[in-house]
């Protein structure tokens, strides 16, 4: 999956300011563009459809998008994880044309899956007019399938048409559900919404197309790889759910939560704070993408060439020295960078908050969720060092020691009192962070032994 930070690094050659924001700006905006379009596009759709006269409609509107959005990423976890590894496989084996087929029966499946989960919700739960439940069921139906389009997007060598193709969907969306939204109400400005997505994961296929497409889609092999790594699939499922099920908990428990049509439900205090506070990931992401984990899977490469290839014990000492410090100084600059946003964004909280029209007695929440999500982006960094160290097993008890902590803590917070909320999810991250840094230092110190000792003793 860093495929896209080789293409980077070579901008980061050049010489010049100019080119190490160039090289860091797109990153950020591959490594957090789903996020970024959402939120940013939502925004501005907010607007649209306040001066075309849906005040009143819109918090079924949005909330909505938020459910199809939680529901999707939840279910599309264990098929990101295990069509990752499945993909990473293939281009190990030398055998790439059959990444394209796994690609096309997951997304079909997946877009099945999809729209008869948004038929239930929506048409079963949701009060609505029947338009506006169909077409939200077929929004969930195309995010779903641009939450799986988008395992590849890093692995496209061409990142500016992957750009293009989220600012021309995003332009789309926002565009069409404003017209929409004017001529035709609620159920127009859903179907303008649905077009634009729609758009935008004709233009992602394309472009997952040029780069690993082939005319023959071959046979459904991929599905038999979930059973096979089921560990890499419930950690996807549990880092998901654990990312969102401090929100579902405040939508459905919380007194302070309020109805906003059948099983749609909007936690006023809690739900834009924590919103906001993933946005601030963006220049951890960045990092990540660029520096965190592409230098270490060169580093992790060339160590275990030098296994496979029968270095000497001195090179292969040599290569886990600098696999060590090349972990070492991108979890630094990750730390450096995500801490110093954290910090300012703590200190000037109340001005923030006042800049984005919320309230000076969600600054508490504001500022733990802001730690949380520093924790979050250190724990992601960790896991993904477990993952290409191959130690399923540890990522996924982490991946459930996030979610059982973070809906447990959530539970006792909103019981607490609103002092309390956002704990939950800080003490859920920083579990799985502090796990997770335990582990990989484990068996990073212990690598050749972990290399080695499994092996057999005769061929």
């Given amino acids: 999956m860093a495929g896209v930070g080789f293409e980077l690094n070579k901008i980061l050659n050049r010489q010049g300011y100019s080119s190490l924001l160039q090289a860091y700006g797109y990153a950020a905006l591959i490594g957090s563009g789903p996020w970024l379009v959402s939120v940013f596009s939502l925004a501005l759709l907010g607007i649209v459809l306040t001066g075309v006269g849906l005040t009143e409609q819109i918090r079924v509107f949005f909330v909505s998008v938020s459910i199809v959005y939680a529901f999707t990423l939840v279910f599309t976890g264990p098929i990101q994880m295990v069509l990752t590894r499945y993909s990473a496989d293939q281009e190990y084996n030398r055998t790439p044309e059959n990444i394209f087929p796994a690609f096309v029966y997951t997304l079909a499946w997946g877009s099945l899956f999809f729209a008869l989960l948004g038929l239930i919700i929506f048409v079963k739960f949701v009060p609505a007019p029947p338009l506006f439940q169909l077409s939200a069921a077929m929004l969930m139906m195309l995010v779903g399938g641009i939450w799986i389009a988008s395992i590849f997007l890093t692995a496209i060598k061409d990142y500016k048409q992957v750009l293009i193709g989220f600012l021309v969907g995003s332009l789309t ?38 780069e690993v497409g082939n005319r023959d889609v071959g046979t459904p092999v991929f599905i038999g790889q979930l059973r096979k790594y089921y560990k890499l699939a419930i950690a996807g499922f549990c880092y998901n759910l654990g990312i969102w099920i401090d929100k ?82 991108g979890l630094g600059l990750l730390i450096k960078v995500q801490g110093l946003v954290t910090v300012f964004l703590i200190l000037a909280a109340d001005d923030v908050l006042r800049w984005l029209g919320l309230f000076a007695i969600q600054t508490g929440i504001f500022q733990i969720a802001l730690v949380g999500t520093f924790l979050l982006v250190i724990f992601m960094s960790l896991l993904m060092v477990l993952h ?61 032994y972990d290399t080695f000792a499994p092996q057999p003793l005769y061929n």
Avoid at 193 to 205: C, I, P
Avoid at 400 to 413: D, E, P, Q
């Fill in 173 to 210: 969306s926002l565009f069409a559900a404003g017209m929409g939204g004017k001529w035709f109400g609620l159920s127009g400005a859903m179907i303008g919404f649905v077009f634009g997505h729609a758009a935008l994961l004709l233009l992602l296929f394309s472009a997952i197309y040029k």
């Fill in 248 to 329: 579902f908990l405040f939508w459905w428990l919380d007194p302070s939560a309020q109805q906003v049509a059948g099983m749609l439900y909007a936690s006023p205090v809690y739900d834009r704070v924590v919103y906001f506070t993933f946005l601030t990931i963006v220049p951890g992401m960045a990092v990540f993408l660029l520096k965190l984990e592409t230098e270490f899977a060169v580093a992790n490469e060339s160590f275990f060439q030098h296994v496979l290839r029968k270095g000497t014990l001195a090179q292969i000492t040599e290569k886990k020295r600098e696999l060590i410090e090349t972990l070492q100084d």
């Fill in 388 to 448: 290409y160290l191959d130690k399923q097993k540890d990522a996924m008890a982490c991946c459930v020691l996030f979610v059982v902590a973070n809906g447990l803590v959530t539970w006792f917070s909103i019981l607490a009192g609103e002092r309390w909320f956002g704990v939950g999810f800080l003490i859920a991250a920083g579990l799985g962070m502090i796990t997770s840094a335990i582990l990989v230092n484990f068996h990073v110190k212990n690598l050749e």
